[in-house]
């Protein structure tokens, strides 16, 4: 009976110290280096950026360009986005934003011209002018 007793004493302090050592591995272990191992995370993605459906809202969009110090323009149908520097028109935003290719389109102009990345890089093109940013 002293042998059960002192095996059973002996398992349980070896998953009591196999428990503290799986919790500080996992203390230790960064998520996100999880999560870019895997190749599910990019490191260089920026937090800030548009994300594509969720974004597709004209106040977001709107603010979104505001806040980058592009110049919004009401219109009749559309919020046009220009360049302060050349006046250029960057986008227009419609006051009706759809979650389809042209909210997928302006997204990534405004990223591209905010962020000097785009969202998606093949979608990423001006239009207005017939060039890439």
Avoid: F
């Avoid at 597709?56 to 919004?72: M, V, W």
């Amino acid at each position: 009976m002293n042998k059960l007793t002192i095996l059973i004493a002996v398992v349980v302090c070896m998953a009591v110290c196999n428990a503290r050592v799986l919790q500080e591995k996992k203390d230790l272990y960064d998520l996100h280096k999880g999560l870019v191992e895997n190749g599910q995370y990019d490191l260089y993605e920026d937090i800030s950026k548009l994300k594509y459906p969720s974004d597709c809202q004209r106040q977001k969009l709107r603010t979104y360009a505001e806040n980058c110090g592009l110049i919004i323009e009401n219109g009749r149908n559309h919020l046009k986005v220009r360049d302060p520097e050349t006046g250029a028109i960057i986008t227009d935003i419609p006051h009706k934003v759809k979650g389809n290719g042209t909210c997928r389109d302006i997204i990534n102009i405004l990223n591209g011209r905010c962020q000097n990345r785009y969202y998606d890089s093949y979608a990423a093109y001006d239009s207005y002018n017939g060039k890439e940013y």
